[in-house]
């Protein structure tokens, strides 16, 4: 049976969202990848203020799916959050370095989070491709 709603309350449930300020992902969690060295990728986060990422949420693999192995760097914030419990967070800036086998040019990674008013992002997925000229990353949802 459908649930009826006045105009008034998708009106509330408006100004509720728009007071929220909730801003797209990429630009809560701006994701940057740099080659150092042959083979060694670094991936950066410079997340906006109020905005935090998941440290369990954290997967890289490669195109044939195997898992790629990482190390976050950076101070987790132990938390209680409403939706997963306790949990491990990050704030402002995270960074993980990849040292990836040879034949592999092309990954995909993984992260979730979301920002301090309640608003929880789904989980996001890009394709990072490592090409001659450098590298490029695109959604991968």
Same mark, same amino acid.
């Given at each position: 049976?459908?649930? $009826?709603?006045?105009?008034?309350?998708?009106? @509330?449930?408006?100004?509720? =969202? +728009?007071?929220? &300020?909730?801003?797209?992902?990429? &630009?809560?969690?701006? =994701?940057?990848?740099?080659?150092?060295?042959?083979?060694?990728?670094? $991936?950066?986060? *410079?997340?906006?203020? +109020?905005?935090?990422? %998941?440290?369990?949420?954290?997967?890289? *693999?490669? +195109?044939?799916?195997?898992?790629?192995? =990482? &190390?976050?760097?950076?101070?987790?914030? +132990?938390?209680? @959050? *409403?939706?997963?419990?306790?949990? =491990?967070?990050?704030?402002?800036?995270? /960074?993980?370095?990849?040292? $990836?086998?040879?034949?592999?040019?092309?990954?995909?990674? %993984?992260?979730?989070? #979301?920002?301090?008013?309640?608003? #929880?992002?789904? $989980?996001?997925?890009?394709?990072? !491709?490592?090409?001659? /000229?450098?590298? !490029?990353?695109?959604?991968?949802?």
């Amino acid at each position: 049976m459908p649930v $009826l709603i006045s105009a008034e309350k998708v009106l @509330d449930l408006s100004s509720i =969202l +728009n007071k929220a &300020e909730i801003i797209p992902a990429d &630009e809560a969690f701006i =994701l940057r990848a740099y080659e150092t060295e042959k083979n060694r990728i670094i $991936l950066s986060w *410079e997340l906006k203020e +109020n905005c935090f990422l %998941y440290k369990n949420k954290f997967k890289i *693999e490669s +195109n044939s799916g195997s898992k790629i192995d =990482l &190390e976050i760097s950076g101070v987790p914030v +132990n938390m209680n @959050d *409403e939706y997963f419990g306790r949990v =491990l967070v990050y704030y402002d800036k995270v /960074q993980t370095i990849i040292d $990836l086998k040879p034949h592999i040019r092309k990954f995909r990674v %993984y992260y979730q989070g #979301c920002n301090a008013s309640g608003f #929880c992002y789904p $989980l996001i997925s890009k394709e990072i !491709t490592i090409h001659r /000229q450098g590298i !490029t990353v695109i959604d991968a949802s």
